[in-house]
């Protein structure tokens, strides 16, 4: 089986929030699908491990946020990169709450859900959540983020080493002219400050 043709499935971006023993936490999924209509229940995955999972299995209650395009990766990391159990990712955060009082994502989202769990499935690396949604509501006009825009436009891309950048000119670290060209004559002199080849330094693509 070819693993990278269910990278074509379409995802989205979402805040999962929820709040039990009188502690809240959320994370960023990217599951969460309408699966009936009358009445409206939908369908989220998270990990099993996951903090915000093992709080929602007790409480049964959370919301979950459609994040917008505007949302940053810094947002993002914040939420989705360390866990709960570490970090207190609410405590200096004011987010809005449902009447639940379960937390939502109060900037760069789309809407917000609040939902209780119907039913649940274990499947090993994640549970799956079946809930009804008891609340909807509009948050702001942006375009929902899908997951391969987050990939595509908001996840930092990995430096490229040196090694495999193109050579396009060369600096020199005097005066900062630039010699346009991917190898600097070894006897080439800079025309406005008269240093040396040894004082320039390469201009990447």
Known sequence: MDNKALFKLPYGVFLLATKADGKANACITN???????????????????????????????????????????DTIKYFG?????DVDKLADIPLPEDENGIPYMGWNA???????????????????????????KILGDG???????????????PAVPAAEKKITG??????GHIYKGETLPADYICPLCGHGADDFEPVYD
């Not at 990169?81 to 159990?85: D, E, L, N």
Request: proline content about 3%; hydrophobic content about 35%; overall charge positive.
């Open 110 to 136: 789309c809407c917000v859900l609040s939902a209780e769990v119907v039913d649940s499935i274990d499947l090993g690396s994640h549970f799956l959540f079946i809930a009804e949604v008891k609340d909807a």
């Open 143 to 157: 375009e929902p983020m899908t997951y391969t825009y987050y990939q595509e436009n908001v996840k930092p891309k």
């Open 31 to 73: 599951t969460c699908i309408q699966v009936a209509s009358n009445p409206v229940r939908i369908a989220i995955s998270s990990i099993s491990t996951n903090y915000t999972c093992e709080l929602l299995r007790k409480s049964g209650k959370f919301t979950i946020s459609l994040l917008d395009t505007n949302c940053s990766f």
């Open 170 to 175: 060369w600096r020199c670290k005097i005066c």
């Open 81 to 85: 990169m360390q866990s709960g159990r």
